[in-house]
C-alpha cells in the first residue's frame, strides 16, 4: 500500500507520497493559510486529493503543530493558534471519508529518523527536539509509544530549575525555559543587555561571558538528557530541530550529559539527525 503524508506548518503544509518499497512518488508543498481554520482544512484535504489523484488505496499520516489531548481528542499548546481547541483529526476524516493517523511534530520527527533516518539500526529511540520548543518522542521497534496519557517523551516540560523561569504550561523551571532557541537568547540578554538572536551568539562565545551562557546551557542541557536516559535507558538520542546543528552538542553537550547519568558504563550514541526539515512529512507517512 502507498503511504502519503502530510505535514502541517506554520507557514507551510507539505505533502509526500510513498510507494511500497518507500520510493517517493511525488512532493508538494503550499502555503498555510493564516489565521483561518476551514481555510487550513481546504488546503490539506485539497492537497491530499490532488497527490493520490492517481493512487487506489493509500495510508495516511499527518504531523501537526502541537499535543492531541487523549482527554478531548482536541488539539492543545500549538503555535498555530487557530488549530486550538479544534477536532482537526476528526474533521478530516469526515472530509476525507477516510481514517488517519495523526501525531506531534517531535513524534513524527521520532519516526521519521527511526524508520528512515539515522536510527534505522537501533530498538529504543528517543527523539529529541530542540529549537523554538523542546519536545520529545519514544520509538520503540519501529511503533510509537505514546503512553497512556499520550505524553511520553515530553522531557521539555521536566521540572529542571524548583521555582526557576516560568513556562507557557503553568509550572515553573522547566527544561524549555532553560534551552529553547528563545530561552537561550533571553539567559544572553539577562547576561550581556544585547537582544541577538542566536547564530549571532553562538559566533561570539569565545569570552568570558560567553563561557558562562555556554557552560549554564551544558549544564541543563546536561541534567535534561541524563535524567530521560536514567529512566528510559535508550539505545540511541537523535537530535532534531534547529539547535541540533550547534556541533558542541556532540561533544562537550555529550559528555556533559555522560557525567551525569547514574551509571560508570555510559556509551548512548548521541546523534545529528539525517532527514532535517523533511523528518515531520516522512514521519507522517510512517505512523
Ligand atoms: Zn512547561
Redo the contacts with the bound molecule.
Keep these: 500500500m502507498y503511504k502519503l503524508g502530510v505535514d502541517l506548518g506554520g507557514t507551510k503544509i507539505e505533502a509526500v507520497l510513498l510507494d511500497e518499497n518507500l520510493n517517493v512518488m511525488e512532493k508538494k508543498r503550499i502555503p498555510t493559510p493564516q489565521n483561518d481554520y476551514p481555510q487550513i482544512l481546504n488546503s490539506i484535504s485539497s492537497l491530499i486529493l490532488d497527490i493520490s489523484e492517481n493512487v487506489p488505496d493509500f495510508s495516511l499520516g499527518i504531523c501537526t503543530p502541537g499535543a492531541i489531548s487523549k482527554k478531548t481528542g482536541l488539539i492543545k499548546n500549538s503555535n498555530t493558534q487557530c488549530l486550538i481547541g479544534r477536532s482537526l483529526k476528526e474533521d478530516l476524516e469526515n472530509k476525507l471519508g477516510k481514517k488517519i493517523s495523526m501525531e506531534n511534530d517531535a513524534n513524527c520527527f521520532t519516526m521519521a529518523e527511526s524508520t528512515l533516518g539515522v536510527a534505522v539500526d537501533y530498538g529504543l529511540v528517543f527523539g529529541v527536539i530542540l529549537g523554538t520548543g523542546v519536545g520529545g518522542g519514544i520509538i520503540i521497534d519501529k511503533k510509537l509509544h505514546s503512553g497512556r496519557i499520550n505524553i511520553a517523551g515530553e522531557w521539555?516540560?521536566h521540572t529542571l530549575h524548583r521555582n526557576g523561569n516560568s513556562?507557557?504550561?503553568?509550572?515553573t523551571g522547566?527544561v524549555?525555559?532553560y534551552i529553547s532557541g528563545p530561552s537561550l537568547e533571553n539567559q544572553w540578554t539577562k547576561l550581556t543587555g544585547k537582544s541577538q538572536p542566536l547564530p549571532e551568539i553562538l559566533s561570539n562565545i569565545d569570552n568570558e561571558i560567553g563561557k558562562k551562557w555556554k557552560d549554564e546551557f551544558l549544564e541543563n542541557f546536561g541534567y535534561g538528557l541524563a535524567n530521560v536516559i536514567d529512566i528510559l535507558d535508550p539505545d540511541v538520542v537523535v537530535l532534531g530541530g534547529g539547535l541540533s546543528n550547534i556541533d558542541f552538542l556532540y561533544t562537550e553537550g555529550k559528555e556533559s550529559v555522560y557525567d551525569k547519568v547514574f551509571s560508570d558504563l555510559v556509551d548512548t550514541p548521541m546523534l545529528q539527525n539525517k532527514l532535517g526539515d523533511s523528518a515531520g512529512v516522512f514521519g507522517a507517512c510512517m505512523l
Excluded at 167 to 171: A, I, L, P, R, V
Design positions: 521539555g516540560h513556562c507557557y504550561c503553568g509550572k522547566c524549555e525555559t
